[in-house]
């Protein structure tokens, strides 16, 4: 229905609400019987009370008002519009007619119209609260939360088209105090204990989990009682989401794998980051990649005075660039298209732009690739690394940060080897340069390309079934922008040769991770989806480290944060090593394996 045909019919209610309560109260001050010296005086008062009201309804905008999510401010201000038209109108009525017109007609009339309008009101409202008990199969909803924001979503069930079909069972939570309570008239019907048997009570189909302001541990305990029923589990963001605007409250989202690590926001020194970001010339490789384009998403909050966005892929530079000029229209950006393997285009790089902080994220990642393609490997990953390093170091960049991995410690694979040359490189680098050359080494981040997380979605979405490499396989996991936060921290904290380790918290078991997910999809484990071991790939290990064994840690400012223990670097050997690498890249495997083997005393190759 139109707006202007609603309000037409309530306009039209309102007046015959009107002249319906004052026929009505004429009748009961004279038992029944209007005197013919008062019915000239009933139509006049009538026709202003018409007129008045109505207008001091118009002022209160009584009809701009959605009367399905109408609340006790609504209330209020129909009381309000009434009372001060209805005291007009018999004030001017008396003074028209020249006679008092009898009190108890004027209060009755009140009494009436307050009870009739706002009636009429919320008519509609109950209509809509109790659509769904027409429903032959209503959508069972329990909220977990009995807060501010599970009243919010409670209102938004009753009443949203978005939740034709479904109904409000009750709330869960922990608060003693409001159990047997009623929250808009839901019952509090217990804590996270008894979720279980609820769910299995009223056959609930949904869970909301409506708990923003929680900390992520409680967030992730639900989650996990949640995960042992068949209900399908939505969340409400969290609440700096609200706070920065980028969610409405009536925001449901699924859960994801994320809120099942139960870990605390990152906290961050900002002081310290502006020092080393905000105003300077700041040049991210491989940008347009998972943690290179979430990078350059969190420097641009820092105000630097140019960012520099270096990419191979055009496509994902466009796409990192058009979103960074959407969401931060006074950053400077520079798109650079460039292969970190093409020493002389760094050098022109590092010459035109001279970049006071770097952050290197370009690498090569993807483990049982790498594994075939080792050249390629060493190639990026190791002389990459090389070129931009040794362009950091001539053209005087203040602080240089590569992205390391936990593959590094005692590498299984070609890829973890070339990293661990890399930071062997920069570490070495660092003994003869100004430059402050740091690595930062972490797990697994969720939803990066390539990764698990992502493949596991897409088998889910095909009906299965889901493959895992083996049933004892565990590694640790991150969010990007969590990651990506610590990074930044780190490189504030750097004074030239550390590597700094991030506090990835437990590991995670593959195989809980890939049936959490189905579960999460609304599907039983083996039942609706099937899950296949499909054996460990080239190059994987079943347990990742993140300390050499000559590796110590020491603390930081940071509680997640920890730095591990320089290695002595012979810098000549190390030279003379990249020598040789040079000589068997576009070799057979076995020789390029075998070079590695000998700069990595951990890695070892299977000929």
Known sequence: MSYRRRMLIILVVDIIIIWVAIGVSYLFRFNGSIPPRYEGQMLLFAVVTTIICGSSLAFFRMYRRMWQYASIGEILELFKAIVIGMVLSYTVASLIFGERIPLSIGSRTLELMLLLMGGSRFLWRLIRVNRSIKSEEPNNILVVGAGDCGALIAKEIMTSDRFQGSRLIGFIDDN????????????????????????????IHDIVIAMPSAKRSDISDIINICKLTRAKVKIIPAINDFITGRLAVQTLRNVEVE????????????????????????????????IGSELCRQIASYQPSKLLLLGHGENSIYL???????????????????????????????????????????????????????????????????????????YGTQRFVMISSDKAVNPSSVMGATKRIAEMYIQSINATSNTQFVAVRFGNVLGSRGSVIPRFKEQIAAGGPVTVTHPDMVRYFMTIPEAVQLVIQAGAYAKGGEIFILDMGKPVRILDLAKDLIRLSGFEPDVDIKVQFSGMREGEKLFEELL????????????????????????AELDMQFRRFEKVLGEDHHSVKAAIERLVPFYSHVS
């Open 320 to 394: 990192i660039e058009m979103e960074l000029k959407n969401k931060f229209p006074n950053v400077h950006l520079e798109t650079v298209i460039a292969d970190i393997q093409d020493r002389d285009r760094m050098d022109e790089i590092f010459a035109s732009f001279k970049p006071q902080v770097v952050f290197h994220a370009a690498a090569h990642k993807h483990v049982p690739l790498m594994e075939r393609n080792p050249s390629e490997a060493v190639k990026n990953n190791v002389f990459g690394t090389k070129n931009v390093a040794d362009a950091a170091d001539k």
């Open 259 to 290: 809120d099942l690590l139960g870990r605390e926001t990152v906290n961050i020194d900002m002081k310290g980051i502006m020092d080393y970001v905000t105003d300077k010339v700041a040049l991210v490789t491989g940008a347009g990649g998972s």
């Open 176 to 203: 003693g105090y409001k159990r047997n309570m009623q929250v808009m008239g839901v019952p509090v019907m217990g804590g996270r204990d008894h979720i279980e048997f609820i769910v299995q009570k009223y056959d």
């Open 548 to 571: 050499t064994e000559s590796e110590a840690t020491t603390a930081t400012q940071h509680e997640r944060i920890y730095i591990g223990k320089p290695s002595d670097i012979n810098r």
